[in-house]
């Protein structure tokens, strides 16, 4: 009779998670203009351990991340589209009722049914991006879409670096696979 077989982690993982924390923290810090927000990397670093903390997790957050992440980038570059021939307010108010109703209606489409989380996140962390101009301070910045652009793009970087960050938490813990002792009757 075989031994069942158990997968126990050499270093804790809240150890690990430290551990992690000080590897990337210098992407916050050390890299002047082209500092990164990590903190958009750990909402999905959050999500890769709600969607099971396995390699199969990226099947949900990359996709799902993207679209919602590009629904908003759309959704703000339609408002300052509108902008040009209505006040802000009503050109917000449009853009909205458009984008934010394609988001939530392609919530029904196969690939994204099970990962409205990850959708919501990229959705939320691009608008959290944007406002609070956390994008690297390169380019023509004074341009409206350059900006929406710019935030788009780091906003899918930085989420799927932060599933990846999940994965690698979990490496950090360096497991191995033990044979559990069972006693016997």
Known sequence: MSQPEKTV????FHWAV??????????????????LPIWVCFIAWAEYFVFG???SAFKVIIPCWGYGTVISAIWLATTVAFSTFMPLFWAIVVANFIWVTVLVY???WNGFQNGN???FGGFTMFL????????P???PLANPYWVVGWSCILTIFLGYLGAGFGW???????PHKVTSRTKSG
């Open 9 to 12: 982690a050499r270093i804790p």
């Open 18 to 35: 430290s551990i992690l924390v000080a590897i990337v923290l210098p992407l916050s810090f050390f890299l002047g203009k082209f500092n």
């Open 53 to 55: 903390a396995k390699p």
């Open 106 to 108: 392609g919530l029904r």
């Open 117 to 119: 989380l990850a959708v």
């Open 128 to 135: 959290a991006i944007y406002f609070t101009g956390s994008i």
């Open 137 to 139: 301070q390169v380019g």
């Open 168 to 174: 690698f938490n979990l490496f950090l813990t360096f």
